[in-house]
């Protein structure tokens, strides 16, 4: 069972920055299909960004585009969500997300395509 663990939320004015990482156990981490999903209060879990199969097309949610950035380093077995411009509807519980056990016809836009998630790590976007 592959183990996630967020780090790097916080509280942050409207405006800032903030840059979770997600470290992730396992020895194939390179051939995960990495996602960071969130969830406001009151609201559904929804995609924030991720990576596509292969690694080298990145998709974001359109209310994110322009402002964070998903990279990894597989060497670290570190999945990483950079967020700049921060605002106040931005404020959510951050999940990371992998699917671990190969190709599936799912679409990756689902909570249910990923096999492994995080706890998850709060930010608040302060107005």
């Known amino acids: 069972q592959v183990q996630l663990v967020e780090s790097g939320g916080g509280l942050v004015q409207a405006g800032g920055s903030l840059r979770l990482s997600c470290a992730a156990s396992?020895?194939?981490?390179?051939?995960?299909?990495m996602g960071w999903f969130r969830q406001a209060p009151g609201k559904e879990r929804e995609l924030v960004a991720r990576?596509?199969?292969?690694?080298?097309?990145?998709y974001y949610a359109d209310s994110v585009k322009g402002r964070f950035t998903i990279s990894r380093d597989n060497a670290k077995n570190t999945l990483y969500l950079q967020m700049n411009s921060l605002k106040p509807e931005d404020t959510a519980v951050y999940y990371c997300?992998?699917?671990?056990?190969?190709?599936?016809?799912?679409?990756?836009?689902?909570?249910?395509?990923?096999?492994?998630w995080g706890q998850g790590t709060q930010v608040t976007v302060s107005s």
């Open positions: 396992g020895r194939t981490f390179s051939t995960y299909i």
């Open positions: 997300a992998a699917r671990t056990l190969g190709w599936t016809a799912q679409s990756m836009r689902l909570m249910a395509a990923y096999d492994a």
């Open positions: 990576f596509s199969w292969g690694g080298s097309v990145t």
